[in-house]
C-alpha cells in the first residue's frame, strides 16, 4: 500500500481546472518559491487568469507570512522581557517625554545603512515596521494627589488631612541638609543643598508640619517705620506687619520639606523638594504646598527607566517617534 504525497495548495487548484477543462500554465508557485504569482490561461480564448492573490490568502488561512502587529505592554519589565522575546539585527527602541513619556520597539525596522534605489528589486534592508510594542509610562497614584493640591492654598483641617493620609512619603531632612553633616554630601543631598540655596529656604521636619496643621496660630503686630532724609527734611512713613507666636516672638517656619515618591507606577522611589508657605486670610491661615520643578523630576525618571531599557534589551535607542505608523 502506498501512501500518496499531500499537495500543496497550487497543485490542488491546477488538478481541479484539469478536471474543469483545458488550461495551459503560464507561472506556477512551487516548494522552493510558495508565494511565487500563480497565472494560468483557461479556455474561452484563452484569457489569462491572475490567481496569485488567491492562492497567498489560501495559503495565510492558517500562518501569516510576516510577524505584524502591536502589543501595548502594561509595565517597564514586560517591554523589556517583550522586545528581548522577538528582537533582531534591525530591532529598535524609541522613546519620548513629551506630550507623555512613552516607550516604543519597533522589531522589524529598517535596516542599517543608506537607501538602495533600485526600480526592479527593490532595497533589501527595507522593513514595513509592522511588529511593534508600546509601553505608555503610567504615573503614580502619589504622584497625581501631590499636583492635585500642590500650589493650591488650603484649609488648616484640610492640609492636616492631606499630611497625615500621606505620612509615608515625608522624608526627614540629613544632617547635610540641616548644615551639621559632612563636608562631602551624597548626591542627592547636594542637589536638596543647591534647591535650598536657591530658594533660601531651609528643611523641616514631618513632625513639625502636622503640629503646625494642628496648633498653628498666627498673630500680627503692626507698627510705625519712619525715616527722614536730612538733606531735605522728607519723611517717609512706612506700615510694617510682623507675623508672631503667641508668646510674641517672630515666626521662624521651614518653608521646605522632602518627599519621595514613585513618579511611575510600580517605579522607583524620587526624591522631590516641596515649599512651604501660608497666608493670612482675616481671621484664617491657609497653607501652601508646592511641588519643586515636577516636570524635571518626570523627565529625569522617564530618562531613567529608558536607559534602563536599553541596558537591559541592548537594541539602539533613539529618542523620537517612528515613522511606522503602527506605532
Known amino acids: 500500500m502506498t501512501t500518496e504525497t499531500p499537495k500543496n495548495i497550487a497543485e490542488t487548484i491546477i488538478e481541479e481546472m484539469r478536471r474543469v477543462g483545458e488550461y495551459e500554465i503560464v507561472i506556477c508557485p512551487s516548494e522552493e518559491a510558495p508565494l511565487a504569482p500563480m497565472i494560468i490561461s483557461a479556455p474561452k480564448d484563452m484569457v489569462l487568469h491572475d490567481l496569485t492573490a ?22 517597564l519589565d514586560s517591554m523589556i522581557v517583550w522586545t528581548n522575546r522577538f528582537k533582531g539585527a534591525d530591532t529598535v527602541l524609541f522613546g519620548q517625554i ?6 516604543v520597539s519597533v522589531i522589524d525596522y529598517h535596516g542599517e545603512g543608506a537607501p538602495v534605489i533600485d526600480h526592479t528589486n527593490g532595497d533589501p534592508a527595507a522593513r514595513y515596521g509592522r511588529h511593534t510594542g508600546t509601553y505608555s509610562f503610567p504615573v503614580s497614584e502619589e504622584w497625581k494627589r501631590w499636583n492635585e493640591i500642590s ?15 500621606n505620612a509615608k512619603d515625608f ?7 540641616l548644615g551639621q553633616g559632612k563636608s562631602d554630601p551624597e548626591a542627592w543631598e547636594a542637589r536638596m543643598i543647591e534647591v535650598a540655596a ?20 498666627v498673630h500680627e503686630q503692626g507698627h510705625l517705620n519712619v525715616t527722614t532724609n536730612r538733606d531735605t527734611g522728607e519723611a517717609k512713613v512706612q506700615f510694617l506687619t510682623e507675623h508672631r507666636d ?8 521651614p518653608n ?7 513618579v511611575f507606577e510600580e517605579g522607583a522611589l524620587y526624591r522631590l523638594a516641596v515649599r512651604f508657605r501660608y497666608r493670612k486670610a482675616g481671621s484664617d491661615v491657609k497653607f501652601i504646598v508646592q511641588l519643586y520643578n515636577p516636570d524635571v523630576a518626570l523627565r529625569d525618571a522617564a530618562r531613567e527607566a529608558m536607559t534602563q531599557a536599553q541596558e537591559a534589551t541592548g537594541v539602539p535607542f533613539l529618542m523620537g517617534v517612528p515613522e511606522t505608523s503602527g506605532a
Open 54 to 75: 488567491k492562492n497567498r490568502e489560501a495559503i495565510q488561512a492558517l500562518k501569516p507570512f510576516q510577524r505584524t502587529g502591536r502589543a501595548v505592554l502594561a509595565d
Open 151 to 165: 500650589g493650591k492654598a488650603l484649609d488648616k483641617d484640610v492640609f492636616g488631612e492631606f499630611i497625615e493620609e
Open 198 to 217: 536657591k530658594v533660601q529656604g531651609r528643611f523641616g521636619q514631618y513632625t513639625a508640619l502636622n503640629l503646625l496643621s494642628r496648633e498653628f496660630k
Open 171 to 177: 522624608l526627614d531632612p540629613t544632617p547635610a541638609l
Open 98 to 103: 513629551h506630550p507623555v513619556p512613552k516607550l
Open 246 to 253: 503667641p508668646d510674641g516672638q517672630p515666626l521662624t517656619l
Open 256 to 262: 521646605l520639606f522632602m518627599i519621595a515618591i514613585p
